[in-house]
Structures are given as C-alpha cells and as structure tokens.
Nanobody, 114 residues
Framework: QVQLVESGGGLVQAGGSLRLSCAYS????????MGWYRQAPGKQRELVAA???????NYADSVKGRFTIFRDNAKNTVYLQMNSLKPEDTAVYYC????????WGQGTQVTVSS
C-alpha cells in the first residue's frame, strides 16, 4: 500500500526559498516516475515538476528556472527546491507518481506573501 507524506511548506516572503520533501513507502520507489503537484484555492490541481526513474526532469513553464525536483532512491524521498518564490506559487503542494495514483497524501501548504 502506497503512503506519501509531504513536508517542508510554510510562509515565506516573495523572493524566498523553500525545500519540500516527500517520503514514500509502498511499491518500489525507484521504478516510478514521480511528480510534484499543486492546487491553489479555486483552481485545479496541476503538475509542476516531474522526475523519471532515470532522473530526467521536466517542469511547468510557470516554475521553470526557479524550481528543481530531485530524488534520493536510497531514502525513498523526492524533493522540490523552490527559489525566487512568487505570490502565485501559493498553494497546497502534493507529491505523487506521474501519472498519479488515485491516492493522495495530505499535502503541505506553501504561502508566499508579497
């Protein structure tokens, strides 16, 4: 059974940085492509960053150049380094497989003040 636990969110001023972590347990972590998703109030959940089992990455245009996704297979953890944060990055952030499972963790709130 898959379990995903996100952490690292918080309140930060515009221009600041945060690093999110997602601890994964369940089916072999290293074979799955993983992603970070976010959902802002009143908006649909969107994929913002993804990393394949071979460590290739891709990003939504809105975060390209500011966010970095990486994974540590030895720790069954995927990270999202977020720099130059903007108020429009405010959302609940989730990790999941890419494409996602139906199960979602609790997410972690990121709030960026202007």
């Amino acid at each position: 059974q898959v379990q995903l636990v996100e952490s690292g969110g918080g309140l930060v001023q515009a221009g600041g940085s945060l690093r999110l972590s997602c601890a994964y347990s369940g089916i072999a972590f290293r074979v799955n492509a993983m992603g970070w998703y976010r959902q802002a109030p009143g908006k649909q959940r969107e994929l913002v960053a993804a990393v394949t089992s071979g460590f290739s990455t891709n990003y939504a245009d809105s975060v390209k150049g500011r966010f970095t996704i990486f994974r540590d297979n030895a720790k069954n953890t995927v990270y999202l380094q977020m720099n130059s944060l903007k108020p429009e990055d405010t959302a609940v952030y989730y990790c999941n497989r890419n494409p996602s499972w139906s199960y979602w963790g609790q997410g972690t709130q990121v709030t960026v003040s202007s």
